[in-house]
């Protein structure tokens, strides 16, 4: 940005140039001419706009300045990948006419916001489109198809867990918008749970409660259901023997985490639902994490 040093223009001599002289660029969306200050786009864009700006004024063949693109409305600078309707949500947010924040955008805005902010490499404007459509009541397949979209390892994660846990959250027209591939992946998730948390006789395992076990030793000995220890091996309150001669369940075994409103199997089954969604989606996550990262 220009400093006090240096000169306003060579037609006012002895003039400097302020803190806020501000240079102008026009640009072209869809045929529409917008003509904003080069500052936002200084200032928030990691991409080549500074570079575009700082470009050398030619001349031509008779020493006339030639007008670079993005200085007249007759050579603008024409952007592509964007439509009218987001590059005007975008300045909106870069450039507030109100000075109580971020303006107030649909949700329809603030995505057009998100995706333009990755597109020119805009992190901190990306920051404040995340945490207003956060806000919104986004379903799981719009956190999962908007995370992959444009890099939010949060709404990912919140919308691979939804569907892994509970695919009744989403209508079969709403899970072809994510793609055939994706869509596999949540089942095989889904299914790889179920074969872990799903005991059977011949697998030999089930789910207890810890509260539900007691000493073996002390049941068949003395008929005391002795509580076990948490930590010890054995028996410290009643009979002093080890754990290893054997326990006993006084409620029945669950076969399923699903088979229980137990607040210690229902943390279980989460957990098993997190690590299985690290696990599927792992590469999807890591490179949301990349994108995400702030300057």
């Not at 799981?140 to 995370?147: A, D, F, R």
Request: charged share 25%; aromatic share 10%; net charge negative.
């Amino acid at each position: 940005m220009p400093t006090t040093s240096d000169a306003a223009n060579p037609s006012t001599p002895g003039l400097v140039r302020g803190r806020y002289y501000h240079e102008t660029v026009a640009f072209e969306v869809e045929g529409v001419i917008h003509r904003v200050c080069k500052y936002g786009f200084e200032k928030w864009s990691q991409s080549g706009f500074c570079d575009m700006f700082s470009l050398p004024q030619t001349t031509d063949e008779d020493g006339r300045p030639v007008n670079r693109e993005g200085d007249t409305d007759e050579n603008p600078i024409k952007l592509v990948g964007c439509t009218n309707g987001e590059f005007e949500s975008l300045i909106e947010v870069m450039y507030p006419l109100s000075l109580k924040g971020p303006p107030t955008l649909t949700k329809e805005q603030w995505t057009g916001v998100l995706k333009l902010s990755r597109l020119w490499d805009m992190p901190e404007v990306a920051h404040v489109a995340i945490g207003k459509l956060s806000e919104f009541d986004l379903k799981p397949v719009e956190k999962i198809k908007l995370g992959k979209e444009h890099g939010v390892p949060t709404w990912l994660k919140e919308g691979y867990t939804i569907l892994v846990d509970d695919l009744s959250k989403a209508s079969l027209t709403e899970m072809t918008v994510l793609g055939w591939e994706t869509a596999f992946r949540i089942l095989w998730a889904r299914d790889e749970i179920a074969r872990a948390a799903q005991a059977t006789t011949s697998s030999g395992g089930y789910w207890v409660n810890s509260n539900d076990i007691r000493c073996g030793y002390c049941w068949r000995q003395y008929g005391a259901l002795t509580p076990i220890v948490a930590g010890s091996a054995v028996c410290s309150t009643y009979c002093s023997q080890s754990y290893s001669s054997g326990v006993t369940v006084v409620n029945a075994p669950y076969t399923s985490l699903s088979a229980t409103t137990s607040q210690t199997l229902a943390d279980a089954k989460s957990k098993m639902v997190a690590d299985k969604v690290a696990e599927v989606f792992e590469e999807e996550l890591r490179s949301a994490e990349e994108r995400n990262t702030l300057p």
